[in-house]
């Protein structure tokens, strides 16, 4: 009986030893990530961390400026939050969609709404965020300032992440880097760090970064990120323009929480479609991420997921 015994935690430890010595590391991971970008027709950039975890850190183009699409809005989305924090604006404040067609934008629902049409910020601020309505993102600019955005993301340390598009754009001189970048520039490692500033409640009071994640969380395009992870596990805001592709996500895995980031750029794939190469490469690279902070499986994406993702 004793002999069965020892034997028995002999081969356990025996095991246990082994499947450590096959388990993937960090720098694993990093070396099929950049394999990926690599193969990408384009530029990709990446930036991943475990939070609490600063070994578990890794990225690729890091710190070079990328086109930031809707990711943007979620900056947009602080200012909001500071205002109404502030007094400035109230959370339940009815506000007027923009009086003519003439002055919204398509890519939503907003730019269908009669004259005269009125909506709370709330509201406004989950149309920009949970469906990336570009009225809403308008009204919402327009409400708070454009030059108090990028205000905002200079004050909280971000050097490369600017709001380029919008009515003070000649006035801040951003015209050049509009021209470039379209709707804003940012970096993967400070997109990364936007969001766990607002996770850890540094993006403003513990009650409006609770909500700015909440929002989040209530994503109605998860064909990036949020699609490769459990449902409910993950707060984003994807983003895209004709040659660049983008998506910014906390996940809840297994291991904890981690913040990862994709951007790319100079696509040669321009197709407005899910196999679009960038759609695609942002969720090669959520996958193997996830299955690297799950590694027994607890989860994975169910058979014909692409079936009900529109073109």
Avoid at 79 to 86: A, I
Avoid at 169 to 175: M, P
Avoid at 243 to 270: C, M, W
Avoid at 280 to 306: L, N, Q, S
Wanted: proline content about 4%.
């Amino acid at each position: 009986m004793i002999r069965c015994w020892l034997a028995t935690i002999i081969i356990g430890a025996l095991l246990s030893v082994a499947c450590a010595a096959n388990a993937e590391t960090i720098t694993d991971l990093k070396a099929r990530l950049d394999k990926v970008a690599k193969d990408f027709n384009g530029t990709l950039g990446y930036s991943l961390h475990l939070r609490g975890k600063p070994s578990e850190s890794i990225s690729l183009n890091g710190d070079e400026p990328f086109p930031t699409a809707s990711t943007i809005k979620t900056v947009i989305m602080c200012e909001v939050m500071r205002q109404v924090e502030q007094g400035k604006i109230k959370w339940s404040d009815m506000i007027e969609v923009q009086p003519s067609s003439n002055v919204r934008e398509e890519g939503g629902f907003a730019y269908h709404f009669r004259d005269g049409t009125k909506q709370t910020v709330d509201q406004w601020v989950h149309l920009m965020m949970t469906v990336s309505d570009n009225t809403a993102t308008i009204r919402l600019r327009r409400l708070v300032g454009h030059k108090n955005v990028n205000d905002w993301l200079s004050e909280h340390g971000f050097k490369q992440t600017k709001l380029l598009n919008g009515e003070q754009t000649d006035e801040l001189g951003l015209r050049p880097l509009q021209k470039q970048y379209g709707l804003g520039v940012t970096t993967p490692n400070e997109m990364a760090k936007l969001m766990e500033m607002i996770r850890s409640n540094k993006a403003g009071s513990a009650l409006y970064c609770d909500r700015m994640i909440r929002i989040m969380f209530h994503q109605h395009y998860d064909d990036g990120v949020a699609g490769q992870v459990p449902p409910g596990q993950c707060a984003s805001k994807g983003g895209g323009i004709w040659n660049t592709r983008s998506d910014v996500a906390l996940v809840i895995s297994p291991k904890g929480e981690f913040v990862l980031t994709i951007y790319t750029k100079d696509q040669a794939d321009k197709d407005w479609n899910k196999n679009n190469e960038g759609n695609v490469v942002i969720r090669k690279i959520a996958a193997m991420v996830w299955r690297y902070f799950d590694p027994d499986k607890t989860w994975t994406t169910p058979d014909k997921y692409m079936d009900l993702i529109n073109d």
